[in-house]
């Protein structure tokens, strides 16, 4: 059986790096993943298709559903790291402030130590935590990696200005809305968007653009294939990825560079259409929204309705939405009005789409009985 790190701080994670020489799995809680291992590794035939070097065992986030179990070899991570420097600029240290049982924040630590470097441990990012971070910097190269909730936190702060001092700022793990882009670049923040899961091993594109041999093509619906030596070794208990990997993302490509639309498994059939909320999730951020998730839930009459739970309340959302987007959701609704102080989350941080459908459906239930 693998060594297993439950919740691991980053000093844990460093430490079994250094003396890592076998499996190595991280969850955010044991019993989630402890059967799923046993059960896998009992059977010979998953056992013949583990790397003969040390690897990694790592859930995915699970945001569409039950997480999966991913095998990261330890030379796949070294690659990806050594890709990651050159499309940054060069090898240095990293701040973690994000879960390392998950990809993104793991590899914060596992960069710096595969190139001979440190990471600095930012605690949950806050805005605080990350100011003591750049008043602990000595001008060695420093990354900082965050999802966009963190990165409106900190734009919001006081100490936004210092994080200018980072040499990028790596955003990814949801869509992040361009004007918080703009917002921090033009106070000379270089924020670097990112695509990646946990099957490339993070990050394999930067600003939309591969890093090292990646290759991204699209198919059918726009699906997103990723190829090179970023790509996992393989599921737990399943045939081997062989160096390609098809997404559940669909997207695009223009001049060489990827934009992401949304993810097949997330589309709505509502009215006879097929409807990805990302577009719609853009655009209601941009009117004023704050963050917002759009969902499906079921109704007699659409089949799917297009839901739009929003932070903040905006005045006339389907007139201004109209004009933008292929379909505009049948009904909006606050955070406040479910009941709850903020969006539920997933220990990755993602909003937790599913509990917002089980809400939703709560409550539209609830509403017929009283008709």
Known sequence: MPDILTAPTPAEVGTALESWNGALALTPAAAAIAEALETA????????????E??????????????????????TLAYSARATNEALGGPGNWVCALPTHHIAGFQTVARPLLTGHRFFDAGKGTPDELAKCV???????TYLSLVPTQLKRLLDSPHAGAAAAFSAILVGGAGTAPDLLERGRSIGLNLVTTYGMTETCGGCAYNGRPIGDTQITTGARGRITITGSVVAHGYLGASLFSGVFPTNDAGHLSDGLLRVTGRLDRAITT????????????????????????????????????????ENALGSPRAELKPLVEAVPQEFVTVAELGIETFPR?????????????????????????E
């Open 346 to 370: 997933l220990d990755s941080g993602k909003p937790d789409r599913v509990r917002l459908e089980k809400l939703l459906s709560r409550r539209e239930e609830a509403r017929r009985a009283t």
């Open 54 to 75: 040390p690897y990694a065992i790592m859930q995915t986030s699970g945001s569409s559903g039950q997480g999966k179990l991913v095998v990261l070899p330890r030379s």
């Open 271 to 310: 009215g006879g259409l097929t409807v990805l909320p990302e577009p719609i999730e853009r655009e209601l951020e941009g009117l004023g929204g704050g963050e917002n998730v759009v969902v499906g839930i079921p109704d007699p009459y659409w089949g799917e309705k297009l839901v739009a739970v929003t």
């Open 135 to 141: 008043s602990a910097l000595d001008g060695t190269r």
């Open 41 to 52: 590794l009992s059977d010979p035939s998953n056992t013949a298709l583990l790397p003969a």
